[in-house]
């Protein structure tokens, strides 16, 4: 039996959607009959260029522009949450329940809070949602880096920020299994919508082989039908790399209304 990585890593709060995604990882390796590798020292983009990759999910963005040609496609989940359905998400645009201001335009010169520089959800769209606002190449007084959108929706909460952008997917299932974890926050607006996270494997899998893991996914989703229902999951789609295109369309939206870095 082959021993590879397969690791979810996007999505691990709350705990039941953590253990959750732990279920079904650990019945699709059933279902392919290869071990799990110990991936523990790796970092992410490490563990997605490995060759010895069986299975992971990262962000739609880093996919284009920093492991286009590196990694295979496998496919894109079909959630079924609040913001996100049919394969798309979006992401929604926070502040705390108590601020006085209503429309995003109101929040010039406040203080953002993103997860990560490479992150679709976090700035990419974010930066989108705000570029026909911005003056100057500037719509924030400053911006912060907290390292996840649960720790964006915490600074938030606790008034260290006033407006981030997180991920749809990750607020349903935050509102629904940890409610507390969203209270003294609102949704001011949305983003556009763009494709879910997608999961991938190594290069060498081929798409034969990616096809393989995408119906062993689905076959263990449809074999646990508590954890399809606790992640909000339907099914796993077919996915290309032209899904994705429109990731970086908005990218170029933004740098054209001169906003090119989120600020």
Known sequence: MSSRYAELTMYVAPRQV???????????????????????GLGLLE????????????CGYPLLTQLRGQVQLIGRPRYEWPDS????????IISRT?????????????????NDLNSN???????????????????????????????????????????????SVTFACLAHYAPAEVAGVR???????????????????????????REAMNAALQQLPQVAATLGMQEVLPASEADYQKILDYRQEAIEYGFSVLA
């Open 187 to 213: 949704i001011v607006a949305r983003t556009a919508s763009s494709p879910t996270l997608p999961y991938i494997t190594a290069l060498s899998t081929g798409r034969e082989g990616a096809e393989r893991i």
């Open 121 to 167: 959800s976090g700035m990419n769209l974010f930066r989108h949602r705000l570029a026909p606002l911005q003056l100057g190449g500037q719509f924030f007084a400053s911006v912060a880096i907290s390292g996840a959108h649960q720790q964006s929706l915490r600074r938030v909460r606790e008034g260290w920020a006033d407006l981030a952008s997180i991920d």
């Open 85 to 92: 359905s049919g394969g798309t998400h979006c992401s929604v």
């Open 98 to 114: 108590g601020d006085p201001r209503r429309d995003l335009a109101d929040f010039k010169g406040s203080r953002g809070v993103i």
């Open 18 to 40: 953590s253990e959750a995604s732990e279920q079904w990882l650990t019945r699709i390796l059933e279902l392919l009959q290869v071990n799990r590798r110990d991936a523990r």
């Open 47 to 58: 563990l997605f260029r490995a060759p010895e990759l069986l299975l992971a999910q990262t």
